[in-house]
């Protein structure tokens, strides 16, 4: 499974992101432009010594991205606030593409038009709230994603 970010803005996000995805094995994609550099201590820091293991592939645009890869349509996930469906609908591929967009303005309508069945939403209960952090989110929708692949697996010993 991939995780992609199209472009973020919060480095402390991202890295969180990036730290979910060592955990799991996970390649993740981020899309330019960015509001941050990769460089800052930030993106380090909430990734903590585990970024340099991060299996990162960058692209400049959705639409190089979109070329590059070619996922096919049912292998593409977009989660946003407002999205068609929970995200404990879909029957999540194996080698799926987990798409969110950045902080402030979630994915631009440009991607998603004519995807409307591919977004999906993490519900919740309260009206008070207008939308969770997106590291938690990311979190939330990879652990229910990978589900049937991490029943059974023990967490690792502890090192002393």
Not at 66 to 71: E, H, S
Not at 116 to 131: A, G, W, Y
């Amino acid at each position: 499974m991939k995780i992609v970010l199209v472009t973020p803005e919060i480095p402390y996000n991202t890295g969180a992101i990036g730290r979910t995805c060592v955990a799991l094995g996970l390649e993740l994609i981020l899309i330019k432009p960015y509001g941050f550099s990769l460089d800052e201590k930030a993106v380090k820091r909430a990734g903590t010594d585990y970024w340099k293991h991060v299996n990162l592939c960058e692209y400049d645009s959705w639409d190089h991205f979109i070329t590059d890869r070619n996922p096919p349509r049912e292998k593409l996930y977009f989660f946003e606030e407002h999205g068609e469906q929970s995200l404990y609908a879909p029957d999540y591929h194996q080698d799926g593409y987990l798409v969110f967009g950045c902080e402030s303005a979630g994915l631009p309508t440009t991607i998603l038009d004519g995807l409307e069945d591919r977004t999906f939403n993490l519900p919740m209960r309260s009206t008070l709230v207008r939308s969770l952090n997106l590291a938690n989110v990311a979190t939330a929708v990879i652990y229910q994603a990978m589900r049937p692949q991490l029943t059974g697996i023990k967490a690792p010993a502890r090192r002393n």
